[in-house]
Every structure is written in C-alpha cells, then in structure tokens.
C-alpha cells in the first residue's frame, strides 16, 4: 500500500500510529511542511516529561520578551472530514487548540491582536495540527482516515481490536524584530482510545492532548 499524505492543520501543536514499536516522537516522513526547517530539531523532553523534537536558537532567552502576535493556531493543511471525524469535531478542537494556547501564552507575555504592528522584545506564534505521510501495518485504507489524526490498530487476545488516537503539532516561536525563529517544536500525543472503527471522534477524544501541550507551554 502506497503510503498517501493524510491531511490536517495545526499547535500540536501534535496526530500518530501505535504498534509495538510505534515512535513516540515525530519521524521524518511525517513531517508536514509547515516548518520551513527541520534539520535543526533534536529529540529532548518537554517540562512534563513528554518527549519532542525541538530546536532553540542559541543564547536566546524567552524572558527577554513581553510581547506575543499570534499568526496561526489551526490547520495544516486543510482538513478534510470523515465519517469517524466530523466537521463539528475538527471546529471543536481548532477553537479550543487556539483558545488554550491563547490563555497560556496570556499568563506569559501580552498577546495582541492579531494583525497588530510588532514591536520590539515581540515574539510571533505559529502553531498548527499537522497532516503527516504513514503506512499502518496490516490496515486496510479506509481505516487511514485523512487528516492529521490518524487511528491505528492493535490486535487484542480475542482478535478485537482497539484504536489508538494520535495529534501531531508543530509550532515555532519567532522574533518580530529579526523574522528569524527562535524556538520550533514538534510533538505528537496520544489521545483517548476508541473501541471500533464506528466510534465517533470528539473534542473530548483529543483534547488531553491540548491540555499537555498547555502544561509544558505554563512550566517551559
């Protein structure tokens, strides 16, 4: 089975596979694009323990900076919904992403509105819900569903399975001044496990996810 590009925006801020072996960091094929370098990335672990990919420029220092713009927080690229995941679920986790992202950063610099002129000591947040590239051993392709939340599989005593929820995210922080990044990361969590490929996916599936992406941004 070819492995086919599997759409969504977006955070993470981070959707993934699990099998015995699964990676719990993002693989290379899986990156969305949304970055324009990935090159710099190093495997390290967030404030809660979680692991992720990330890269910081050298000497920069957050404190230095009161000010944030935020660009984007959504998708990319575009979703497109399924049977599992509705329109009204993707809007939910979109607005909440960017609320909670928003309120988190709040408690850290001044957020301005967006489209508001930067100035100096300003950082700029782009963060999206990525789409990523991946091949489920064993799957058949419509359980690959095409966003950036892909459902795997796992194979139960009794030849049931259980499907696991994934996010991937990527964002980056960077400097108003100099348009250069100064902080980019990408991660990918586990969200609730569903029981068949009939379950709905909701808000409530994924959003654990947000919330561990909320806690490290607070403890960072």
């Given at each position: 089975?070819?492995r086919s590009r599997?759409a969504?925006?977006?955070?993470?801020?981070?959707a993934?596979?699990?099998?015995?072996?699964?990676s719990?960091?993002?693989?290379?094929?899986?990156?969305?694009?949304?970055?324009?370098?990935?090159s710099?990335l190093?495997?390290?672990?967030?404030?809660?323990?979680?692991?992720?990919?990330?890269?910081?420029?050298?000497?920069?220092?957050?404190?230095?900076?009161?000010h944030?713009?935020?660009?984007?927080i959504?998708?990319?690229?575009?979703?497109?919904p399924?049977?599992?995941?509705?329109?009204?679920a993707?809007?939910d986790?979109?607005?909440?992403?960017?609320?909670?992202?928003?309120a988190?950063?709040?408690?850290r610099?001044?957020?301005l509105?967006?489209?508001?002129?930067?100035?100096?000591?300003?950082?700029?947040?782009?963060a999206?819900?990525?789409?990523?590239?991946?091949?489920?051993?064993?799957?058949?392709?419509?359980?690959v569903?095409?966003i950036?939340?892909?459902?795997a599989?796992?194979?139960?005593?009794?030849?049931?399975?259980?499907?696991?929820t994934?996010?991937?995210?990527?964002?980056?922080?960077?400097?108003?001044?100099t348009?250069q990044?100064?902080?980019?990361?990408?991660?990918?969590?586990?969200?609730?496990?569903?029981e068949?490929k009939?379950?709905?996916v909701?808000?409530d599936?994924?959003?654990?996810?947000?919330?561990?992406?909320?806690?490290?941004?607070d403890?960072?």
């Amino acid at each position: 089975m070819k492995r086919s590009r599997i759409a969504v925006t977006g955070l993470l801020f981070s959707a993934l596979l699990l099998g015995g072996c699964a990676s719990k960091v993002t693989e290379p094929e899986q990156y969305s694009g949304f970055l324009a370098d990935y090159s710099r990335l190093q495997p390290a672990t967030s404030p809660t323990g979680q692991p992720v990919l990330r890269w910081m420029a050298p000497g920069v220092k957050l404190e230095n900076y009161r000010h944030l713009v935020v660009q984007s927080i959504g998708f990319y690229p575009t979703p497109t919904p399924s049977e599992q995941i509705g329109a009204p679920a993707l809007a939910d986790l979109e607005a909440y992403s960017s609320q909670q992202i928003k309120a988190a950063f709040g408690r850290r610099f001044q957020v301005l509105e967006a489209g508001a002129k930067p100035g100096p000591q300003t950082l700029v947040l782009r963060a999206a819900i990525t789409g990523v590239d991946t091949k489920a051993e064993g799957l058949k392709p419509y359980e690959v569903i095409p966003i950036a939340l892909v459902v795997a599989a796992t194979t139960s005593a009794t030849g049931a399975r259980d499907r696991t929820t994934e996010l991937f995210v990527e964002a980056e922080l960077v400097d108003a001044s100099t348009g250069q990044p100064v902080l980019q990361v990408v991660r990918k969590g586990y969200g609730k496990e569903l029981e068949n490929k009939e379950q709905q996916v909701t808000l409530d599936t994924l959003k654990g996810v947000i919330d561990d992406i909320v806690r490290d941004i607070d403890k960072f």
